[in-house]
């Protein structure tokens, strides 16, 4: 069954479509919602999808170990999940038989959950870290001197549990359901091969990646990657997002390096703070965005204006002063992270914060320097803890059918 | 030859054979099958099978321990599909075996300690033997099946009452060794066991499993009164209720036949008893004893499995070899774990450690799930 058509159906029935074998469609006003026709992203493409793809709202990100010894058996895997991936981004079920179409006796092959609902523009994004290329597959001669492990930063926190992996998948929807349902169908295809070694959930994305999507707020209550790469910048791209020939090994061209920081804030004692402090240690106003030298969003930071003290209006230590291109030898990121609450901790304090992705050519020159500066000066360190750590190279993306993540890195 | 005969019976009325066709009781006949009886000197260290060969037909073996430890004898069929087994053989006891075997390549075990895969030999069996039908080869495997239900109901009843004798000793050193080793019966063919309703709860409920009022018996409420008041004085009724309980579910569990799909749901219903239970550690939560239980899971879904063996090589040899290996793997994992002829307590396991096995059971669990479809021919 097609999930996408059983949708169709439903709308073109009306509310009576939900007969049996058919889910219910969430409606408003009785009446049934059709998805918008632009709710699926091509999975095949120059560039794996869910990167420069206008962000979309929620996340599950997954990262893996590989628990198999046996080369075949994980490009055996990956193979599967490429299959699998291709057919849940098109709306489809897991496998061919589905969640009902099977045999009565057997576990169904989709987990089902999924049934009744759009693509939601999921995408399903592969990334191999720093760990898959030592002795166990004879990865060694391919890793890319751009995946070096990244330093440890002054104050970092980072918990191992939920830091690092093998492999890791970004799957981004408009509905959570959608993008758990991927990623739960992977983890089970992969079993005895993969076993998943931490997930994170994320919601409200945090930053835009097109000039059509307006800036979202993080949960201090500012907008978020306004200086962001964004897809229609091709020549900055080129420059600064994607893997280029000769950059390191073939495999990775046109591909592009993911780091991930879970950043969890400190919501309480932020909430306390005063917005004057807020707006200085950010460097931008809370209400537009603008930073504290302009007047719009969109208005480049001016870094040398002093106020009535002499001092500068950007405090030297002010976030988007540090993060900054200018002060960082022009490296840019493409940001793509999402707000995440994982409830509450044992003292009654939201756990919440950022779950930061950014991708870029190489993370030596862009990440971790700004990165280095960031965890020296910023100011917000007093408010934040980076608690994990991950680093994956994520290859070009996959142009046909027959063609499987990873198959170019194994061959 | 019985052997052929037998099974041209089994392929002509399926299913509907009466299980009193079985080896077990055909002792009788074994004059049919050719050899005399085998004898096997069992000591802590060596096996020592008299023959290495026989004909087909009813084959005895009469094993005698003479070493320390508590020792089993197994024969086994390819895929370690047990033929036949005796349990719980004592120090200086002796007890037979008799075994319908058809030609083929086997292996006996001894299994000092009654652990690991035990002290092998090959045995050769010689004759002909008309080849099973698919339909045969699934009665057959509820046959095989029962027998081993057989084997280890007498074993738990025997346990049991060492148990509960001990408990109403007052001996709790002697009690606590006996729990876990007790229980291992149980828990390779809990499936049986609860398939009776109320029996089930009331021999293995754990306290977190009550409901407000309800009276608490079974192995668990001794485990309590070991483990944390560290007094057994008052046990003796629990004890007494359980072993009445035990027996009474054993007569049950014997009248029933699974079907070759509930044969594969219990393989898997095992496991995800391990998965739930035993990696948390909440079955034996005052003991700590859960990794006697774990490898007992494992042993029982790996019996129902070996039973359904040769319809599955029919079906799916792939799967077959993928079962072997990951069977073969989880064992690896959890012989890490060993401690002595028992294993190490579930408390002083790492996260990593229980994680490694939780994969392990995951990655059995996955290929274990399809075997259902396939026995059912869908």
């Known amino acids: ?400 059918a027959d063609d499987f993540w990873g198959r170019s890195l194994f061959a | 030859m019985r052997t052929p005969r037998l099974l041209a019976l089994v392929a002509a009325t399926a299913a509907a054979v009466p299980l009193a066709a079985c080896g077990d009781d055909s002792g009788s006949d074994a004059a049919a099958g050719g050899s005399g009886k085998i004898t096997v000197d069992a000591s802590d260290t060596d096996c020592k099978v008299a023959a290495g060969q026989s004909d087909a037909g009813t084959v005895t073996f009469a094993v005698a321990n003479k070493g320390n430890k508590v020792t089993e004898f197994y024969v086994y069929a390819p895929g370690d599909r047990v033929m036949g087994e005796v349990e719980n053989i004592a120090p200086g006891l002796s007890r037979e075996l008799i075994v319908e075997l058809a030609a083929g390549t086997y292996e006996t075990a001894c299994k000092p300690g009654m652990i690991g895969k035990g002290i092998r030999n090959a045995f050769q069996v010689s004759g002909s033997a008309a080849p099973l039908t698919e339909d045969a080869k699934l009665a057959q495997a509820t046959k095989d099946y029962q027998r081993y239900v057989k084997s280890q109901t007498g074993a738990l009843i025997d346990k049991t009452t060492e148990f509960v004798t001990a408990v109403k000793a007052g001996d709790i050193e002697k009690s606590k060794a006996l729990f876990p080793i007790a229980r291992t019966y149980w828990e390779r063919i809990e499936p049986v066991a609860e398939s009776f309703g109320d029996l089930d709860p009331k021999i293995d409920a754990r306290e977190a499993d009550l409901e407000a009022g309800q009276k608490w018996t079974g192995f668990h409420k001794i485990e309590k009164d070991m483990w944390v008041a560290k007094d057994v004085s008052k046990s003796g009724p629990t004890a007494d209720q359980l072993l009445t309980d035990v027996k009474t579910i054993v007569d049950k569990a014997n009248t029933v036949t699974l079907s070759p799909v509930q044969l594969a749901n219990g393989s898997k219903g095992l496991l995800d008893e391990v998965a739930t239970g035993k990696i948390t550690g909440e079955e034996d939560t005052f003991s700590h004893t859960d990794l006697w239980d774990f490898a007992a899971n494992v042993e029982g879904s790996q019996a129902a499995i070996a039973a359904l063996r040769p319809a599955l090589e029919e079906k799916d040899p792939a799967l077959v070899k993928t079962l072997d290996e990951r069977f073969a793997s989880v064992e690896a994992a959890l012989g890490k774990h060993r401690d002595g002829d028992g294993w190490k307590l579930h408390n002083t396991l790492s996260q990593a450690d229980l994680k490694a096995l939780s994969d392990e059971i995951n990655a059995l669990s996955e290929p274990i799930s399809k075997v259902a479809a396939l026995v059912a021919g869908k």
Request: charged content about 20%; aromatic content about 6%; hydrophobic content about 40%.
């Open chain 1, 1 to 400: 069954m097609q999930r996408r058509k059983v949708i169709g159906l439903a709308g073109a029935g009306a509310v009576a479509a939900a007969t049996a074998g058919t889910v219910a469609i969430r409606a408003t006003g009785g009446e049934p919602v059709a998805p918008p026709p632009s709710d699926m992203i091509d999975f095949y493409g120059e560039r794996q999808a869910g990167i420069i793809t206008p962000a979309q709202d929620r996340l599950h990100f997954v990262a893996f170990d590989v628990i198999t010894k046996d080369k075949a058996a994980l490009v055996d895997m990956l193979e599967s999940w490429t299959a699998a991936a291709a057919r849940m981004t098109r709306g489809q079920e897991a496998g061919t038989l589905g969640a009902v179409g099977g045999s009565p006796e057997a576990p169904p092959e989709d987990t089902g959950e999924a049934l009744g609902l759009p693509a939601a523009d999921l995408t399903l994004t592969i990334g191999f870290g720093p760990s898959l290329f030592d002795s166990r597959f004879g990865l060694r001669a391919k890793k890319p001197a751009a995946l070096a492990d990244l330093p440890k930063f002054p104050g970092d926190t980072i918990d191992p549990a939920i830091s690092g992996g093998d492999i890791c998948v970004q799957a981004c929807a408009n509905d959570p359901q959608v993008a758990v349902h991927a990623v739960r169908n992977l983890a089970r295809i992969g079993m005895g091969v993969v076993s998943v070694r931490w997930s994170q959930l994320g919601f409200g994305r945090t930053s835009s990646t097109s000039t059509t999507q307006a800036t979202p707020r993080n949960l201090f209550g500012f907008k978020d990657g306004t200086a962001n790469l964004k897809a229609e910048e091709t020549s900055l791209l080129d420059d600064h997002l994607w893997v280029r020939t000769g950059d390191g090994p073939d495999w990775m061209t046109g591909g592009s390096y993911m780091v991930t920081r879970k950043i969890r804030m400190l919501i309480e004692p932020w909430d306390r703070t005063s917005l004057l402090e807020q707006e200085t240690i950010v460097g931008r106003d809370k209400g537009q965005g603008a930073p504290l030298s302009g007047h719009g969003e969109f208005d480049e930071p001016d870094f040398a204006v002093r106020g009535d003290g002499g001092e500068p209006v950007i405090a030297t230590t002010a976030h988007v002063r540090l993060a900054h291109p200018t002060q960082n030898n022009g490296a840019r990121l493409l940001r793509r992270g999402y707000n995440f609450v994982d409830g509450s901790d044992g003292l009654g304090r939201l756990d919440a914060g950022l779950f930061f992705i950014a991708y870029q050519r190489d993370p030596r020159r862009q990440f971790v320097p700004v990165q280095t500066k960031l965890a020296r000066q910023d100011q917000l360190n007093e408010y934040i803890r980076h608690v994990s750590s991950g680093l994956f190279a994520c290859p070009p993306g996959l142009r046909a």
